[in-house]
Nanobody, 128 residues
Framework: EVELVESGGGSVQAGGSLKLSCTGSEPTFKSRCMGWFRQAPGKERERVATIDPNASTDYSDSAKDRFTISRDNAKNALFLQMNSLKSEDTAIYYC??????????????????????WGQGTQVTVSS
């Protein structure tokens, strides 16, 4: 069983930055697609960014050019650097990992149900 633990959430003014971290519990971390998702109050959970084992990344339109996803496989760690934050970025942010990876662009096309392991979430609040 993979355990994921997020940290780094908090409250920030609009225009500010936050860096989220996620640590995984097991050594096969490096062979999984990893992703950040978020859920705002009253809204469905949405994908923010993903990164595959080759460090190929993909971003939602709302995250593109403002957020950067990265990973450190040696430390079983995943990161999300968020800059130029907006009030609409307020949400609970979740780290997630897929059960497998099949190479190529599979991670980019993976559905939310392919992410079988989830952290407990960390709150990000952006005030305007």
């Amino acid at each position: 069983e993979v355990e994921l633990v997020e940290s780094g959430g908090g409250s920030v003014q609009a225009g500010g930055s936050l860096k989220l971290s996620c640590t995984g519990s097991e050594p096969t971390f490096k062979s999984r697609c990893m992703g950040w998702f978020r859920q705002a109050p009253g809204k469905e959970r949405e994908r923010v960014a993903t990164i595959d084992p080759n460090a190929s990344t993909d971003y939602s339109d709302s995250a593109k050019d403002r957020f950067t996803i990265s990973r450190d496989n040696a430390k079983n760690a995943l990161f999300l650097q968020m800059n130029s934050l907006k009030s609409e970025d307020t949400a609970i942010y979740y780290c997630a990992a897929t059960r497998s990876w099949y190479g190529g662009s599979w991670c980019r096309a993976a559905s939310e149900t392919d992410f079988g392991y989830w952290g407990q979430g960390t709150q990000v609040t952006v005030s305007s």
